[in-house]
């Protein structure tokens, strides 16, 4: 047995029997393959990380019992189980047998990527897969996906076409992930896996998160617990249409598959073409969902969206101030009042644009990317001007895939847009909207420039939101050839990802939002774009509790926008208190989503003061602070609890929000986690608004202490009594002395 690179995250191993092992290792995980030239791939393990010898000897790993299941399953040979690939070659047979050709091994230099990429062939045609695995320095994460190559003289159809597949020992794995709707984005869901196909899929065509997500985890002892446990995560990271499927079959087995969903997108793949997956990251952690959940926020910091290490400016938005009613005495005024607030950035939303038609709702001028000099006679610049003249930044709201029947581009290009080729067309939001044919390569080159000239013209915009609010209704590329009307989905995401490539290597220190009609694009195949998103439309800090804890499954608090928002809220009419409202929205990326003149003088106090401590001891923590969930809504405790631990153990920032009011009905008292037991911390309360500080206010605990015990947080406030009300919500910093 020879080591080929014992010290690489992947060591090779040729055993002069038969067998030659891939290990990819992770500091704590290790997955290994047995990838003997002239067979089939197969997965024989992934969980804890295994020393090299025993992950380098298959014969001794499987003398434990552990089966070699297909790494790749195919259709052809085996076609009771459920395949990753299918194809239909050019002379009609549906049959694949790809065998084991080559392992190499790349390093990335910029990133110290490791990548493991075994060249499966076809036994008869000359069709081959690529199965990559890449791992990064110091994360518990493996992304995994294929690219599929058509040696052949004629085209092949693509009918199934995964990223990867995973199998999972049969047990009481139980499944948990996100699911919702529009203003309800991001609820977890945990179930037992039962037998049977449990599928996960999404066909919105262009927001990909508002039902369904593409991140799962999976927990391998029972009923999954936040603290302990086997978990294993998967996060397809694609902007499409997905599909997950998970079987349970007959077997001993669960068989995890995740990729782009085929279903109306047979992909033709022309002869010498290559078809590129995206990637399926997978991680495994024996601390419970929330050690996988720490495992995602890590990689994602490290490499899955933009800016993660730089600390994100608090920002007022005008939305849910003014909706459409833009005008230059009220952008001026929002841009003086968020100065006044001590925030640093103002964005003006939806409303500013349109010349021919003006955007005074949502039923036309979307194209039209010209400022409507009627409400803003100093234009862009002018707003711009005023910002820095007040000390902070200004950003801009987009929504450069769409366009409206009623618009100048429309009218210049109707052939520029997704529609039926000969029926009649279906429209999104307002009865008009229609969505860019961005597989259209001079579509692309106009929506790259839409961007380009607004950031060219004025370079004094630091933000956009960009946003994106219809579904792909129509099936019609007026661009792609009648044998290619299949692509149609994987070309448009193709054509958005060059677009934002471009902007991207052009504009590098612009802060983009990513928005979709709220959170619909939460999903890692876009982040590496965008610095944030937008969790939902749905801004009333009650539900925020539980769709901010969902997202907290797969994406870090810096990602998460979280704006303060007004009372009655706007979509649930619920009452709720200023000091619940900051405390909820001072969880993610904290901003203001309200007229600040309708605040009261004391509401604008608390704000003004919560955004100064929100960027003195809150940002620092949550910029690379890693999430212990405490106690979860979902529990039925009526309370909720989380906390954000520096990677240093020197800070940390807890949550607890009250859920529901309590008469002689109590509440457990939270342990907290994630500290560091010898060292003690000091508590300082934020945004407090007790006439006497809390008991334990200035005190010391011990990391010990405070995770054995907790500390007793009472449901109310010492206010006077016409101040009281039944909400409840405390945030504490905690410093180590
Ligand atoms: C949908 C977004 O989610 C909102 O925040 C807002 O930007 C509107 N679009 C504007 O039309």
Request: with cysteine; hydrophobic share 35%; proline share 5%.
């Amino acid at each position: 047995m020879k080591a080929l690179n014992l010290i690489a995250a992947f060591v090779l191993c040729t055993l002069p029997a038969f067998a030659e092992s891939v290990h990819i290792a992770t500091p704590n995980t290790s997955m290994v393959l047995d990838a003997t030239r002239g067979k089939h791939l197969k997965n024989i393990y992934y969980g804890s990380r295994l020393d090299d010898a025993l992950a380098s000897d298959v014969k001794a790993l499987k003398s434990s019992g552990l089966s070699a299941m297909e790494a790749y399953p195919q259709y052809g040979l085996m076609n009771n189980r459920e395949a990753a690939i299918g194809v239909i070659h050019a002379d009609g047979s549906m049959t694949l047998d790809m065998i084991v050709d080559a392992v190499k091994e790349s390093t990335d230099k910029k990133t110290g990527a490791k990548t493991v990429t075994v060249t499966l062939k076809d036994s008869y045609y000359p069709f081959t897969v690529d199965v990559n695995y890449r791992t990064y320095p110091a994360l518990d994460v493996i992304e995994t996906w294929t690219a599929i190559t058509n040696g052949e003289k004629e085209t092949v159809r693509l009918q199934q076409f995964d990223s990867g597949y995973l199998p999972v020992r049969r047990g009481d794995v139980w499944l948990s992930h996100l699911y919702g709707a529009q203003l309800n984005e991001g609820h977890l869901t945990h179930e037992p896996l039962t037998p049977g196909m449990k599928v996960i899929v999404n066909r919105d065509g262009i927001r990909n998160s508002h039902t369904a997500h593409s991140e799962i985890m999976l927990s391998l002892d029972g009923k999954p617990r936040e603290t302990e446990g086997r978990v294993i995560g998967a996060a397809l990271c694609y902007s499409g249409n997905y599909k997950l499927r998970i079987d349970t079959d007959q077997h001993a087995w669960h068989h995890v598959f995740a990729g782009i969903d085929p279903d109306n997108s047979e992909y033709i793949l022309s002869p010498g073409e290559t078809f590129v997956t995206p990637e399926l990251a997978l991680t495994y952690s024996t601390e419970g969902t929330g050690g996988a959940s720490r495992n995602y926020h890590r990689w994602a910091r490290n490499h899955k969206f933009a800016h993660a290490d730089v600390p994100r400016k608090v920002l007022l938005n005008s939305w849910e101030g003014v909706y459409f009613n833009i005008d230059e005495d009220g952008m001026t005024r929002m841009i003086k009042d968020m100065a006044d607030l001590g925030g640093e950035l103002f964005v003006m939303d939806d409303g500013w644009f349109g010349d021919k038609y003006p955007r005074n709702n949502s039923k036309g001028s979307l194209g039209d990317w010209v400022v409507d000099t009627r409400k803003l006679p100093h234009g862009i610049q002018g707003l711009i001007d005023t910002a820095k003249a007040n000390g902070i930044e200004f950003g801009i709201w987009i929504e450069p895939e769409m366009t409206n029947v009623q618009s100048e581009l429309y009218e210049k290009h109707p052939d520029w847009v997704l529609k039926p080729l000969n029926h009649k067309t279906v429209y999104g939001r307002g009865g008009g909207q229609m969505i860019l044919d961005l597989a259209n390569p001079e579509v692309q080159e106009h929506v790259f420039t839409i961007v380009d000239t607004l950031l060219t013209k004025y370079p004094g915009i630091d933000y956009i939101k960009w946003d994106a609010n219809m579904a792909v209704r129509n099936h019609g590329s007026q661009y792609l050839a009648p044998d290619r009307q299949s692509h149609l989905y994987i070309e448009y995401h193709k054509g958005l990802r060059k677009v934002l490539e471009r902007i991207r290597a052009k504009y590098p220190d612009v802060t983009i939002q990513n928005c979709a009609s709220g959170g619909g694009r939460a999903n890692y195949g876009l982040m590496p774009y965008f610095d944030e998103f937008w969790v939902s439309d749905n801004t009333d800090a009650k539900q925020r509790v539980w769709l901010q804890w969902g997202d907290s499954y797969f994406f870090p608090p810096t990602l998460m926008a979280s704006h303060i928002s007004a009372s009655p809220d706007h979509h649930s009419y619920r009452f709720a208190p200023m000091k619940y409202r900051i405390d909820v929205a001072m969880s993610g990326r904290l901003g203001v989503e309200m007229q600040p003149v309708q605040m009261t003088p004391e509401e604008r106090k608390m704000v003004r003061n919560a955004i100064a401590e929100y960027k003195q001891y809150v940002r620092p923590v949550l910029i690379d602070g890693d999430i212990y969930r405490l106690l979860a809504p979902e529990e039925g405790h009526n309370a909720a609890s989380l906390m954000y631990v520096t990677p240093q153990k020197d800070r940390a920032v807890f949550y607890w929000w009250k859920l529901e009011q309590y008469q002689n009905q109590h509440a457990p008292r939270v342990r907290m986690a994630g500290l560091d037991p010898k060292r003690k911390y000091v508590i300082r309360e934020l945004n407090r608004i007790d006439s006497k500080p809390l008991s334990f206010e200035g005190k010391a605990f011990s990391g010990k202490f405070l995770m054995d015990n907790g500390l007793e947080i009472p449901y109310g406030y010492n206010v006077p009594k016409d101040d009281r009300n039944d909400f409840g919500s405390r945030v504490l910093y905690l410093e180590a002395q």
